[in-house]
């Protein structure tokens, strides 16, 4: 009689939805007089969310579908979003991932179109939904990753929330435990009442992740804690699944008459039916019927598991049914009646067989995150050693620049002292010259950057790669003469120091494996003229772009460098589309790497003073950040001012 009375109930709430519905659709030239265009909007988001809470999902998807077309067409952006999101979530619970991928594109592509970041964050989080639904565990990581970082440039705790949560679902289901309890933890950290309904959910997380690495007591604690959130509440769906969970964790602890105890005292089973949509009721009765088999009451575990079978098929859950059909037999088995017990079994056989496909799929998700992990945990480690090295070396270097620099004092001093004022000033600025460009070329040749040219060299050739060893070979021992050349000199010809730029950038592209792009834009008066330009100035700021902007950039890098001529002056602009240098500096400090380039960078100043001193040019460098407009890091652009030598001073030297 409560079943039917609970059918004929869901029946009547069926029809008075689909009438109100109904009368929306027939009377739409209607709604300016009795409703507002808004007004229906909102009766049919109300509609699909009630039609969504009792599984009626191919309704609510109609009701969601209307809603968004209407708002679409009158251009109501926020239910336009609401309306979306909605209606692609219910594609997803209908197995219809294609179409909501579809909608997703189109909302995704609105809100780069206004650079709504948040927007585009909750869109990418849906997508991972539909990705992990649809078993693109890689996908689904990939989605929920970009995100966490869009999510990063807002304040929506909420949002935050939820993805952490998708995220972490995604590492429980492919049984990564530890990263999982990880962002279960940050999604806790993100509300101050834990006892709020996220809270709850996120203990209750937390506790699935501990259960299933047989973590009984800890699993029970983080339950209790979601309890606190439902005192004198036996009806709630969220509340009956928590006192499930904790009883189930008591019965695997051995516990069978302390678990039967959770349930009868804190949920009402006389009306638990009308939770049969929902899968609380399947688990419910599946707890219920492991307790009685404990308590070797096997007729009455049967009856529970029945219950918890038929549910479970409703929903169409393998997983679940596959789980109470082998407690059936194993019940069945305890009765002695084996017959039954291998009926069972055969039919479990039949429908793992339908899972091979998803578990292979699941293993080697596992694998290549783990293996990812691993990476990057020995590519720290090896950064770490190295750097160690590479901070006594530069101990060495600099013990012997002061050395030199020491002995150089010495020699400066006794011509200072012999010589007229005039050439006081010229040798001393001589020396200055000779020291940076000695520094300059030390920086640019550095064993670091020499040692990956000829591993890179050398994979080629082992990997018989014969054209691209030769051309990289061409490039390397190009740059190596142009940059003994030109060391030489203050000043060289623009086109030979764009030749040395050039061969730079390719080799550096085939080191990172062509990661990134380079743009070149040049004036055509600097094409034609050929001016002179002080030397190795530019190199050193096109290192840093490589280096810190687009090593540790999860997008393609892009390198754009312009030459344009103001008069007397070349105004080169590097502009590129990496991490920018906050976070740049932030890695540096992290892993302590990358001193050449800042001491080359260092020197290049000390030179372009120079140049300003002794030739009353306006030689500088400013370094811009760039941001896009929610704050994230959109790049960095250095812009170098560089003099046309028109006539040398007098003081200038070139040994």
């Not at 700021?541 to 030459?563: D, P, Q, V």
């Amino acid at each position: 009689m409560k079943n039917l009375s609970f059918k004929i109930s869901l029946a009547i709430l069926l029809f008075t939805l689909k009438m109100s519905g109904q009368a929306i659709q027939d009377a739409p030239n209607s709604f300016p007089t009795t409703f507002s265009i808004v007004d229906s909007i909102q009766v049919l988001l109300k509609q699909g969310d009630s039609l969504s809470g009792i599984r009626e999902y191919n309704d609510s998807k109609s009701n969601y579908k209307k809603a968004f077309e209407l708002s679409r067409r009158k251009a109501y952006k926020d239910k336009f979003l609401k309306s979306g999101f909605k209606l692609a979530s219910e594609y997803g619970k209908l197995r219809e991932y294609e179409e909501g991928e579809e909608v997703l594109k189109f909302i995704q592509s609105y809100c780069e179109k206004i650079n709504d970041t948040l927007c585009l964050a909750e869109a990418k989080n849906i997508s991972g939904k539909l990705y992990h639904g649809r078993a693109k565990y890689i996908k689904a990581l990939e989605s929920y990753n970009e995100a966490l970082e869009l999510v990063k440039c807002t304040d929506n705790d909420s949002l935050h929330y939820y993805i952490l949560t998708s995220r972490g679902l995604l590492f429980l289901d492919l049984e990564s435990y530890e990263e999982s309890k990880l962002d279960f933890r940050r999604a806790l950290g993100l509300f101050s009442d834990k006892n709020s309904k996220n809270g709850s959910s996120s203990y209750s997380n937390l506790a699935a992740a501990l259960g299933r690495e047989g973590k009984w007591d800890q699993a029970i604690f983080y339950l209790k804690m979601a309890a606190e959130f439902c005192k004198n509440d036996k009806v709630s769906r969220i509340c009956n699944s928590c006192y499930n969970n904790i009883a189930y964790n008591y019965l695997k602890k051995g516990m069978p008459e302390k678990a039967l105890k959770i349930i009868k005292e804190n949920i009402d089973l006389d009306n638990i039916e009308k939770y049969r949509v929902y899968r609380v009721h399947s688990a419910l009765m599946h707890t219920l019927g492991s307790i009685h088999y404990k308590m070797e009451n096997y007729k009455k575990a049967l009856e529970c598991y029945q219950v918890s079978l038929e549910s479970a098929i409703d929903r169409n859950e393998i997983h679940t049914i596959i789980l109470v059909k082998e407690d059936i037999s194993k019940t069945y088995e305890a009765l002695g009646d084996y017959k039954k017990s291998i009926s069972y079994l055969k039919d479990i056989k039949f429908l793992e067989a339908t899972l091979d496909n998803l578990k292979i799929r699941k293993e080697i998700a596992k694998t290549q995150i783990k293996k990812t992990l691993e990476v990057s945990k020995i590519r720290i480690s090896s950064l770490t050693h190295e750097n160690f090295k590479k901070g006594e070396e530069i101990s060495k270097v600099r013990l012997f620049s002061y050395l030199l620099a020491f002995f150089l004092v010495i020699i400066l001093s006794t011509l200072l002292y012999n010589e007229y004022k005039t050439k006081v000033r010229f040798h001393q600025i001589n020396e200055e010259l000779s020291l940076n460009r000695f520094k300059s070329l030390r920086s640019m040749m550095n064993p670091h950057f020499l040692f990956n040219s000829f591993s890179t060299l050398q994979n080629y050739i082992l990997k018989k790669e014969n054209t691209r060893a030769v051309e990289y070979m061409t490039d390397l021992s190009g740059l190596i003469r142009n940059v003994l050349s030109t060391s030489d000199s203050i000043y060289t010809i623009f086109s030979k120091e764009l030749e040395l730029l050039k061969s730079y950038i390719k080799i550096e592209q085939c080191r990172f494996d062509e990661n990134f792009d380079v743009v070149y834009t040049i004036d055509k008066d600097i094409l034609e003229t050929d001016p002179t330009i002080p030397s190795m100035i530019i190199q050193p700021y096109i290192e840093n772009a490589i280096i810190h902007g687009f090593s540790h950039s999860e997008k393609r890098g892009l390198l754009e460098i312009t030459f344009v001529q103001k008069e007397e002056e070349i105004i080169c602009s590097i502009m590129d589309n990496g991490i920018g240098r906050g976070k740049a500096e932030i890695i540096k400090k992290e892993r302590n790497s990358a001193f050449h380039l800042s001491i080359a960078t260092r020197n290049t100043k000390e030179r372009l003073r120079i140049l300003n001193k002794i030739g009353k040019h306006n030689a500088g460098v400013c370094i811009n950040d760039k941001y896009y407009e929610c704050g994230a890091p959109k790049g960095t652009e250095v812009v170098i001012t560089l003099p046309i030598n028109q006539k040398r001073n007098k003081y200038e030297s070139v040994t």
